[in-house]
């Protein structure tokens, strides 16, 4: 079944006691794809990957991973993932490779075939050198490497890894993530991280959930779009702001000074003009903006990054929250 | 039961590096060759009526009450403390199976263990020449009831790690259900609470259920098929138990 989707969740909902963790949550991967999983803590991102991986049941929903439903078939389901959890726990007093070996042997790889992966592995997660050395004495960049072979060691359709990059240094994050990259095409992946250009840069597709919720999904750029609704330009600029309403206008209908500093020393003072129109102004604003009586220094588009799509989309959800609360 | 070996052989390694192991071995051969010379010095000063083997069973509770909760109280509970349950049931193996596992582990190296005190006897027919101290009656029996009772003894272990993430607690859980099993019992065999004529029926229970009866026939020579029975009823009950515990503790996680 190459075309069923690797991923497909239809209204999963887990309810601790009391507490929903996760709250009719709806979405699917296709094969091949990097998802990156967002949210601030406690949104729920552990319990949505835990379920995935049928070691929690779902209260109710359903997941299915390459077609096969998690709730029924959780042995089968399991063939088909990698996994690293949370902190990535590992036992303290084995060998590197001996834990590769083992797990390798749980998860039905041949003998035969175990050597040379467990090599390949190795090589492709940088830790030759500590093959030999008990896990419990690595450092922290060691350990989360080991988890990350662990997860790729059988080869599965889907790697779910809830973040990876924590605790490491921005050359070994920068190992990882061509990692990850270059299981794109091959394998499924899911990551959740908290580091958000990491996700930008890695992902195909983004996921921010926040309170059990998924409030924001879509590349990384539609997100921006959606979530935020307007582009925004910074410009430097000397002559009087309050002159500048209908010039602004005569560009584009909608673009408005939204913020003003204060003048420096030469006269020029910092504007941010804000639209929704999503088209490049860059021009024309050029061009009336460097006309007398104004003079101009900079414009630049502003480039909104993941972070404040993230913000700005919990935030959304943190006041839908707020307003039900009122209500009652 | 696909990844049963893989599994055992693994804990069966884990638990011969680890420090704790080589502890309770240490501790156990000290008591138990302790023992062992104080026998033969009473042997060789006044004539006995027992042979040496059915008096050397008759301290067995003593190592079982520190050696059954060294062996078993890390084997579930730092699973459960490190995180790494996830990992293993996240593989394609049952909770069944590494329960099993974990049981298997502490019971072959708690049969190991009390092979290994065998040597004494081999030592002392080897020396004295004379066979009489050699008895195999109350030696095999003896053994077998240290095999049979250790079903579940290593059991309850097993469950008490279930039960908690600190390892302390289930050592010392571990050690009060083993001495509830074999003092507590055969204390209330012995008390008139139970002598009220409604109450017969918990008294014959608890008559059934005396470990310290149990070992004497044993070391006797007698086999009886209802204390058989009565250890791996138990062993079955304290394992299903255990693995109910750690998927109770999964879904309330």
């Known amino acids: ?15 601790y006691a009391g507490i929903t963790a996760v709250n009719d949550i709806n979405f699917r991967v296709a094969r091949g794809e990097i998802l990156g999983f967002l949210g601030p803590n406690g949104a729920g991102k552990s319990t949505t990957m835990r379920i995935l ?23 089968e389901v399991k063939r088909q993932i990698g996994y690293m959890p949370e902190n990535n726990p590992l036992p303290e007093d084995m060998r590197v490779s001996e834990y590769l070996y083992f ?14 992966r467990i090599d390949e592995v190795l090589e492709l997660c940088d830790l030759k050198r500590v093959r030999h050395k008990i896990i419990g ?41 061509d990692l990850i990259a270059s299981l794109r095409g091959r394998m499924t992946v899911i990551i959740s991280s908290h580091i958000l250009p990491e996700i930008e840069v890695t992902c195909d597709r ?10 924001a999904q879509g590349t990384p750029a539609d997100l921006r779009r959606e979530v935020l609704g307007k582009s925004t330009y910074q410009v430097e600029l000397a002559g009087d702001p309050g002159t500048l309403p209908p010039v602004l206008a005569a560009v584009e209908p909608t673009l ?31 061009r009336s903006l460097s006309a007398p009586p104004y003079r101009l220094r900079s414009l630049s588009r502003a480039h909104p990054t993941l972070e404040d799509v993230f913000l700005a989309a919990t935030r959304r959800s943190w006041d839908v929250k707020s307003s039900d609360l009122r209500k009652k | 039961m696909k990844h049963f070996f893989t599994l055992l052989s693994h804990e069966i390694r884990m638990l011969l590096v680890s420090a704790s192991t080589y502890i309770a071995a240490m501790l156990f051969l000290a008591f138990m060759g302790f023992v062992f010379t104080s026998i033969l010095e009473n042997y060789s000063k006044v004539a006995q009526e027992v042979s040496p083997a059915q008096t050397f069973f008759q301290f067995f509770w003593f190592p079982v009450l520190f050696m059954v909760p060294m062996l078993t109280m890390k084997c579930l509970a730092e699973e459960r403390r490190l995180g790494t349950i996830e990992t293993l049931l996240t593989t394609p193996v049952t909770t069944t199976e590494v329960v099993l596992a974990k049981y298997g582990a502490a019971y072959f190296l708690y049969l190991a263990l009390w092979c290994s005190t065998g040597v004494f006897f081999y030592i002392l027919s080897k020396f004295s020449g004379d066979t009489r101290f050699l008895d195999a009656g109350p030696l095999i029996g003896g053994y077998l009831f240290i095999a049979v009772s250790g079903l579940l003894f290593i059991a309850l272990g097993v469950f008490a790690s279930s039960l908690s993430r600190n390892q302390a607690v289930a050592a010392i859980l571990c050690a009060t259900m083993i001495f509830g099993l074999i003092f507590g ?7 008139s609470a139970l002598n009220r004529e409604v109450l017969q029926p918990v008294r014959d229970a608890v008559d059934y259920a005396q470990v310290i009866t149990h070992r004497d026939d044993f070391t006797r020579g007698i086999v009886d098929t209802r204390q058989l029975l009565f250890y791996l009823s138990g062993t079955v009950l304290a394992i299903i138990f255990s693995i109910l515990s750690v998927e109770a503790k999964l879904l309330h996680s």
């Not at chain 1, 991986?53 to 029924?72: D, K, M, N, Q, R």
């Not at chain 1, 450092?139 to 359709?157: D, M, T």
């Not at chain 1, 420096?264 to 021009?283: H, I, P, Q, Y």
Request: hydrophobic letters at 40%; charged letters at 20%.
């Open chain 1, 1 to 15: 079944m190459p075309d069923t989707p690797a991923i497909e969740v239809t209204h999963l909902v887990k309810a």
């Open chain 1, 53 to 75: 991986t049928g070691y929690l049941p779902a209260t109710s929903g359903s997941v299915h991973i390459c077609g096969i439903p998690v709730a029924s078939q959780p042995d």
């Open chain 1, 103 to 116: 797990r390798g042997r749980l998860k039905e790889i041949t003998r035969r075939k175990l050597g040379p």
């Open chain 1, 137 to 177: 004495q690595l450092s922290k960049g060691y350990r989360q490497r080991v988890g990350i072979a662990e997860a790729i060691l059988a080869e599965p359709p889907v790697i779910i890894m809830d973040e990876p990059t924590i605790g490491l240094d921005p050359h070994q994050i920068l190992i990882v993530r």
């Open chain 1, 206 to 215: 983004v996921l921010i959930i926040n309170q059990g919720r998924v409030v």
């Open chain 1, 256 to 286: 408005q000074v939204t913020a003003q500093g204060e003048p420096d020393a030469e006269g020029f003072r910092r504007l941010t003009l804000s639209t929704e129109r999503d088209a490049e102004l860059g021009e024309p604003l050029l």
């Open chain 2, 185 to 191: 019992l055969s204390w209330l065999a012995g008390s």
